[in-house]
T-cell receptor, first 116, second 111 residues
Framework: DAGVTQSPTHLIKTRGQHVTLRCSPI?????VSWYQQVLGQGPQFIFQ???????GRGNFPDRFSARQFPNYSSELNVNALLLGDSALYLC???????????????FGAGSRLTVL | KQEVTQIPAALSVPEGENLVLNCSFT??????LQWFRQDPGKGLTSLLL?????REQTSGRLNASLDKSSGRSTLYIAASQPGDSATYLC??????????FGTGTRLQVFP
């Protein structure tokens, strides 16, 4: 079975541009989360979507937005890119939302964004 | 504020040693806690999930314990190998739909 797949794997943008990152969850998983990992830090939560509805939002500006499609895949959009947006963007999926029971979060390999 | 601290920040050991990686979290009202491994420039690989009702979980040479009341989890790695070299992250899961991560323990095991 395919794991969580993300695209593109690497991309370079300039300040002020817009970027769209894509994520396909594990088959059967209905929850998708996005995390930003700056070099040398742990991942920070950006968004969670479950059954196509936003369930959580981290402390990120409105330049960051996301959505989930009927097939449970997801897009993360970042507008007006800043140098500080350079990071590894990780997508994770789980069968259900929330941390109860045996719900496990499975991460993709990430999309490395460099803003020049 | 929910925060996670991992000690030590870095560890360099010869292969064969038994290792202890510590994780503490400020809010003990967790649901689950996951331990992850991250190789340089790569995504996160889930190692162990400990549910809040459990005190420990084992997978091969890895054993993780959880003490909710004191806000601590410990990852034990037995008979370390060079292939274990990576950053290890612990992440508690609260009554929100997100994991809180620390900055991790960077482990290097040399032959």
């Amino acid at each position: 079975d395919a794991g969580v797949t993300q695209s593109p794997t690497h991309l370079i943008k300039t300040r002020g541009q817009h970027v769209t990152l894509r994520c396909s969850p594990i088959s059967g998983h209905k929850s998708v989360s996005w995390y930003q990992q700056v070099l040398g830090q742990g991942p920070q939560f950006i968004f969670q979507y479950y059954e196509k509805e936003e369930r959580g939002r981290g402390n990120f500006p409105d330049r960051f937005s996301a959505r989930q499609f009927p097939n449970y895949s997801s897009e993360l959009n970042v507008n007006a890119l800043l140098l500080g947006d350079s990071a590894l963007y990780l997508c994770a999926s789980s069968f259900e939302a929330g941390g109860s029971g045996a719900n496990v979060l499975t991460f993709g390999a990430g999309s490395r964004l460099t803003v020049l | 504020k929910q925060e996670v601290t991992q000690i030590p920040a870095a560890l360099s050991v010869p292969e064969g040693e038994n290792l202890v990686l510590n994780c503490s979290f400020t809010d003990s009202a967790i649901y689950n806690l996951q331990w992850f491994r991250q190789d340089p420039g790569k995504g996160l690989t889930s190692l162990l999930l400990i549910q809040s009702s459990q005190r420990e979980q084992t997978s091969g040479r890895l054993n993780a314990s959880l003490d909710k009341s004191s806000g601590r989890s410990t990852l034990y790695i037995a008979a370390s190998q060079p292939g274990d070299s990576a950053t290890y992250l612990c992440a508690p899961w609260y009554n929100t739909d997100k994991l809180i991560f620390g900055t991790g323990t960077r482990l290097q095991v040399f032959p």
